[in-house]
């Protein structure tokens, strides 16, 4: 049933390709990925067409061997659908297992498009629900060699808002500042821009206590007058 599914999406993302936005799609994301060429809006509504389909009851392993299927797939417009339904997951359907898999979809075909979208939404929504699980997630990831890792670390708090662990993100950036590479660099800049929006003092001294430079310190102080 599922296999059905997906073949049925691979009718609609095929009947939506088009070779000329594909090219343009691929040279943007470096040549990455290789792509279908449909373009945002067409694919919103192949989304929702094909999450319909979907059975309201599968369980916890059903819905991830789909997300798996997904990620499986060459062209990235398959990935985008994955990262779409499983961000548009309840809470109730999350499980304290689920960050193993979370893990895999976050370093397997890792780019900024798809570990943006997935740390800040599912593995956000995780840390939420399974603080205790994340502080040690926190400590292992640390261990990793993935950037995408690292960076998911320093961003999943982005829609937190004014409930971001301040003392967590500062601890964070301490773990990773040393890392020159853009993709730290910009993470550690737009966490702290996002908390700029409603603490520009914290921001302020946290920026002068990590003696950030360059990249971090334009984007953290992008908002901060």
């Not at 840390?127 to 990831?141: G, R, S, T």
């Not at 964070?172 to 409603?198: D, H, M, P």
Request: aromatic content about 14%; some cysteine.
């Amino acid at each position: 049933m599922m296999m059905h599914h997906l073949d049925t999406l691979s009718v609609l993302l095929e009947q939506q390709a088009d070779r000329s936005k594909a090219n343009g799609m691929e040279k943007y994301m470096k040549d990455n990925f290789m792509y279908l060429g449909v373009s945002s809006v067409p694919r919103k509504v192949i989304f929702r067409q094909w999450k319909a389909l979907l059975s309201k009851d599968l369980s916890a392993t059903q819905r991830w061997d789909v997300v798996r299927e997904l990620w499986e797939k060459e062209a990235r417009e398959y990935q985008y659908i994955a990262i779409d339904w499983v961000n548009s997951w309840p809470n109730s359907w999350l499980l304290a297992s689920d960050i193993s898999e979370i893990k895999f979809i976050l370093e397997n075909k890792s780019w900024w498009d798809s570990v943006d979208l997935l740390a800040s939404n599912i593995l956000g929504k995780y840390a939420k629900k399974f603080p205790e699980e994340m502080d040690l997630v926190v400590e292992l990831w640390q261990e990793e060699t993935s950037i995408w890792l690292h960076r998911s670390c320093l961003i999943y708090q982005l829609k937190y808002k004014d409930t971001v662990d301040l003392e967590r993100l500062s601890y964070l950036i301490t773990c990773y500042k040393s890392n020159k590479t853009f993709f730290i660099q910009k993470a550690i800049g737009w966490s702290l821009r996002e908390v700029s929006k409603w603490n520009p003092d914290w921001v302020r001294k946290t920026v002068g206590f990590h003696e950030l430079r360059g990249l971090a310190f334009r984007e953290a102080m992008k908002y901060v007058k």
